[in-house]
């Protein structure tokens, strides 16, 4: 049977897991949940699975593989790591690993940041876009770590969710708005 991730129809915390699963080439059953419509975006769809799949913490995103049952998206990551022969195999692995997750980490958070509540508000997306540029000139690109082509193909696909981003009730990211499109890999600034 195959493995299946849950999580909301946005990319979010589960996007990463997704392309980890995709890069390693494994078939997995992508749970994406629904929320209500608008105006309170509930979040019934998740309720009717929450209590029923046997996980210690029931949240999302959860990654259900055989016996192991986990939530929490760096759970998840490392569980995945370790299954697949991507975790260190010494402490200088293990110190750069550290890093490049907690760089993640405040990438995440500087997005929150930017997107919640008011995306003006000291810099909002913009310093975001620039925060993300510095700290990912530090990082190999596609063409440095692997098949640039495999990678293309799948960002470019419709297995990877191009929008939303973010959920309800970020100003940023959950809606499509007037000064953003999609294109290839992510979202880009149209115009100002």
């Known amino acids: 049977m195959a493995p299946v991730l849950g999580y909301w129809n946005i990319r979010s915390l589960g996007q990463p897991t997704r392309n980890l699963l995709v ?4 078939e997995f059953e992508d749970k994406r949940y629904e929320y209500d419509p608008p105006p309170d975006y509930g979040v019934s769809a998740w ?3 929450k209590f029923t799949l046997g ?3 029931p949240n999302l995103p959860y990654y259900i593989d055989e016996d192991v049952r986990l939530t929490q998206s760096l759970a998840i990551l490392r569980y ?3 299954k697949h022969d991507l975790a260190a195999r010494n402490n200088r ?3 750069e690993l550290d890093v490049i997750e907690q760089q993640a980490r405040d990438l995440c958070l500087a997005l929150i940041k930017a997107s919640t509540p008011d995306p003006k508000a000291e810099g909002g997306i913009e310093s975001y876009a620039k925060t993300m ?7 190999p690109s596609f063409q440095e770590v692997g098949d640039g082509g495999e ?3 799948y960002f470019t696909s419709d297995r990877y969710a191009k929008w939303p981003i973010l959920g309800y009730p970020r100003t940023w990211g959950f809606k499509k708005s007037s000064g953003w499109q999609t294109s290839g890999a992510g979202a880009v600034r149209l115009s100002k």
Request: aromatic share 8%.
């Open 23 to 26: 890069y390693k080439g494994v």
């Open 47 to 49: 309720l009717k699975d």
């Open 55 to 57: 996980l210690t913490f």
């Open 80 to 82: 995945l790591g370790r």
């Open 93 to 95: 692995e293990m110190a």
């Open 133 to 139: 540029g510095e700290t990912l000139g530090g990082l």
């Open 151 to 153: 990678a293309h193909e």
